[in-house]
């Protein structure tokens, strides 16, 4: 192997290293203090307060329950002062449970088609999966209890119009 090789393989052995090892930046996201609890469908579960990222939902109705939120809505975050919900820790208790995510592509009520925004679903429950639908009704992952699905939504087209909202989601599991 070459001198410029060998340097080239050392600086590729390095940036990945550099991927592997501890860094210095994190994702972080603050959890609601309070829990959404559904007995019922619901189309808004605002209990986040000013900071906080991570929605603590409970499905506790024993039957097929949906909720639906509106990413572009006021009632589900807010241009100022609400953090929009990235993270969704969701305790579910019918298999046929859905968290169904209309109009992804907003956040803090901007048309955000010029980027891929990420959201990630949580199953912390014991017992039920549940679902992961957008504008589509289609169920694009399923959560299965102690699993995490990460989604990107892309838009394609105007944006206000929800079947130009989908996600693409990872089936990836430790489980």
Request: aromatic share 6%; charged share 10%; proline share 2%.
């Amino acid at each position: 192997m070459s001198v410029l090789g060998c340097r080239a393989h050392r600086l590729a052995s390095a940036v990945l290293l550099a991927g592997i090892l501890p860094c210095a930046s994190q994702r972080a996201f603050k959890i609601s203090s309070s829990a959404c609890t559904l007995t019922a469908s619901a189309s808004s579960c605002q209990v986040a307060a000013a900071g906080d990222a991570a929605l603590q939902i409970v499905f506790n109705a024993n039957a097929a329950t949906a909720l639906t939120l509106d990413m572009s809505s006021t009632t589900t975050c807010s241009a100022s002062g609400i953090v929009c919900p990235q993270v969704f820790m969701v305790t579910s208790d019918h298999s046929e449970n859905v968290v169904k995510l209309s109009k992804c592509s907003y956040y803090k009520q901007a048309d955000y088609s010029t980027h891929l925004l990420t959201y990630t679903f949580m199953n912390v429950g014991a017992s039920s999966a549940f679902a992961v639908h957008d504008d589509h009704n289609v169920g694009r992952a399923v959560v299965p209890p102690g699993s995490i699905r990460e989604c990107f939504c892309h838009c394609s087209g105007t944006c206000a119009t929800g079947t130009n909202n989908r996600l693409y989601c990872t089936h990836i599991s430790t489980r």
